[in-house]
């Protein structure tokens, strides 16, 4: 899996955070910087990038035939800290596309938490505005071999919301262990936040806007 082989390059341990805290931001792009970030490929910071509005700055992603990503390396206990927050607005959908189906496995936007797991068993869990799954659908990426493994849930789905910024907030603790069949969860870690809009395969155009991602205990 080629975010497991992106993961090997990004070694650096976080520090753990302070349990006090209600949140834990991934990130709200006020930044220009992106430094925390890195690319499947060199050419990231032509489809990512910060834009900026009057009242805020926003990452925005412009992917014209191409798989690339961004990867951000966390240390989240979702035990600790279960909601996935954040803000997306799809803009242009890729053509036919259908994440469950390696010919057609695009989508406008994605975010996706990488569970820590042995390196030769990648796990994580894919959130998708898709083109043409209904919202809700669950499935799983036709690109991660077992023992890899990658969920994906369908948040938004078509033109319903094209152009509309819409906030999401998901318990990831309940869909790990839903996934994996587990009762309790005493601490599971994610080690890294991928965000994807994605076009190669329809060779097609993605666009989306993201914004505001942070985990939290409620
Ligand atoms: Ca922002
Ligand atoms: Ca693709």
Known sequence: MKILALLLFFTCLLSTPSDKEEQIWVDNFESTEMSDWHGRADDFRDIYKINTTADSSYLSARSEGSDNLIIKKVNIDIAKYPYLNWKWRARTLPIEGDESEKSKCDIAASVIVVIRASKWRPQSIKYTWSTTLPKETRSESPYAFWPARTDII????GEENLGKWITEKV????????FYDKKKVRSKDIEAFVIMTDSDNTKSLSEADYDDIFFSKN
Not at 154 to 157: G, L, N, P, R, T
């Open 171 to 178: 318990n990831v603790l309940e869909h790990y262990k839903m």
């Open 154 to 157: 369908v948040m938004q789905s």
